[in-house]
């Protein structure tokens, strides 16, 4: 509850922070995680990061060696792809020079390149396996799991959906 309400006060700060702009005509903000410029398309993953045990990050981020891993990445890769379908942020992919549209469920997943890699823009992929040492305090021996396919999202509802469940699956 805590992210999602985190999230919200960003979106109304910002809001705010335009229209108390002098000069605010054209300008605008727009959340979302795909767009479409002059030939090209760009893309931008809502990042999610999960600290989890060292264990469990290995069994995650490492190939499979007989420990089970191939398992733990199974179960979190079909998590991650079938939430889209109940959380995805929906988008309209302009075709034939704007005569067509194509509804997307997620704008993200056409973007998406491998299951796994340590790069967040060149390979993109579901799960970054990059080991970065973030923990402090009373997290240090807990690891990163960065996430870069989900889609932002406008709905409360889909963020508090798209969080808990991917932190329910974290825990078991």
């Not at 999230?7 to 300008?27: F, R, T, V």
């Not at 990445?73 to 194509?102: D, F, N, P, V, Y």
């Amino acid at each position: 509850e805590d992210l999602v309400l985190a999230e919200k006060a960003g979106d109304i700060i910002l809001n705010a922070l335009i229209k108390n702009l002098p000069d605010p005509k054209g300008l605008f903000l727009m959340k979302r995680t795909a767009t479409e410029s002059v030939g090209d398309c760009s893309t931008w993953g809502a990042h999610e990061n999960y600290m989890i045990t060292d264990r469990l990050f290995r069994y995650l981020t490492e190939n499979s060696n007989g420990d089970f891993s191939f398992d733990y990445q199974t179960i979190l890769i079909s998590h991650l792809i079938s939430r889209q379908l109940l959380g995805g942020a929906g988008h309209l992919l302009s075709l034939q020079g704007g005569t067509r549209l194509k509804f997307l469920v997620s704008p993200r997943v056409l973007f998406l390149k491998q299951l796994k890699a340590a790069c967040t823009t060149a390979d993109r992929s579901i799960i970054n396996t990059r080991n970065e040492p973030w923990a402090k305090g009373n997290l240090i021996g807990l690891k990163r799991l960065h996430l870069i396919a989900g889609d932002m999202n406008r709905s409360d509802w889909s963020v508090y959906l798209k969080i808990g469940t991917t932190f329910l699956l974290l825990l078991y």
